[in-house]
């Protein structure tokens, strides 16, 4: 999963990310792309271990790509380039300022900053899908796909972002290649100082956040470096003290996994344990396939036990001797926390 983080200069976007991330990249550094990989905490995952003391433990992954803006203090706008690595995300995080920097003239406006991004990102979309009706048209392409561009140029002149438009009513596999950033799932961070980290949103911007099919939190950045910095025994009561029941990034993981709805599945053995993300709905088949590509070309059957299941019983072969394996085809879905072992033959 990649989640490209975006923001207004001054923000603090590089902040979150060295926050979420662990690394140290330098602040204001621009004009390159930052990576880091978190590891997503799983207590299944850990038990799981504990009962296969495999030789190698791996966890699901988040990717953060801290995207760059090539503009000054005071302009309000992301860049061409910006807006093209914003495509090239499975999904936007935009942090948006609500703290004094003094390197910024504007006063902090949360609101304002939203609207902003999400004007930008539907002009883009809107460019995009002009162009395609016009080219549509003297192509004589498939009404099929003119419908579905015809229904996305009415989402984005009501101002609604085409993430919103549901899924019964426009076929995405048909808009693939197009990077259309208003369909890419949003994560707002609304990025506070410290005396007000422990805010909520606000019901103004909260309601905004949802009108554009988005979610949203609220930290600040400065103190969740600060939790980071310690050692974990002296986290939680850090955290007590600024009036925080968690972490930023456990947080930001599970609205993240709520915003994709995203579910995790296992498999296990002496080698590894391993837990792997999917997309909720996923069919087996496909599931075998973020394995790696040949489960997937010669699948025949997934063998499954839930996790519970397997907990309750306490090994493989108990499952199985209880008549509690599911022996599935390609069309199962894939639920979370279910245990996997992929038939194949390639």
């Not at 979150?16 to 602040?27: Q, S």
């Not at 999917?278 to 599931?287: F, M, P, V």
């Not at 973020?290 to 299941?309: K, N, Q």
């Not at 019983?313 to 209880?322: N, Y």
Request: include cysteine.
């Amino acid at each position: 999963m990649k989640i490209g983080l975006v923001g207004f200069a001054g923000s603090g976007k590089t902040t979150v990310f060295n926050t979420m991330t662990g690394l140290d990249v330098p602040v204001g550094f621009g004009g390159e792309l930052r990576h880091g990989v978190v590891r997503v905490p799983d207590k299944r995952v850990d038990a799981l271990s504990r009962v296969f003391s495999p030789r190698k433990t791996t966890y699901a992954e988040i990717s953060f790509t801290d995207i760059p803006g090539e503009h000054g203090a005071e302009q309000k706008g992301l860049s061409t380039r910006a807006l093209q690595q914003i495509r090239d995300q499975d999904a936007v995080c935009l942090v948006l300022r609500d703290f004094v920097n003094p390197a910024i003239k504007l006063r902090p406006d949360p609101l304002r900053d939203l609207e902003a991004f999400h004007l930008e990102g539907s002009f883009a979309d809107y460019g995009i899908v002009e162009r395609r009706l016009e080219r549509g048209r003297k192509e004589r392409a498939a009404a099929q796909e003119m419908a579905a561009f015809e229904r996305m140029k009415r989402a984005l002149e009501g101002g609604k972002p085409l993430r919103s438009i549901p899924t019964t009513e426009l076929d995405r596999g048909q808009l693939k290649g197009y990077g259309l950033i208003t369909d890419r799932p949003l994560l707002v961070i609304v990025n506070r100082g410290e005396a007000r980290a422990g805010k909520s949103l606000g019901q103004q911007l909260a309601q905004r956040i949802a009108a554009l099919d988005a979610a949203g939190l609220a930290f600040s950045a400065s103190v969740e470096a600060e939790v980071a910095a310690l050692e974990p025994s002296e986290q939680a009561a850090f955290l007590e003290g600024m009036g925080l029941a968690e972490s930023a990034l456990a947080r930001f993981i599970r609205t993240a996994y709520g915003l994709l709805d995203l579910v995790s599945f296992f498999t296990v053995g002496p080698d590894e344990v391993r837990a792997w993300s999917i997309r909720r709905g996923t069919k087996a088949r496909q599931a075998a396939g973020t394995i790696h590509s040949d489960l997937e070309r010669g699948f025949i059957r997934a063998e499954v036990i839930p996790y519970t299941v397997f907990m309750e019983h306490g090994s493989e072969q108990a499952v199985k001797s209880a008549g509690l394996l599911q022996v599935e085809g390609k069309g199962y879905e894939v639920s979370d926390g279910d245990i996997v072992h992929v038939r194949f033959n390639v």
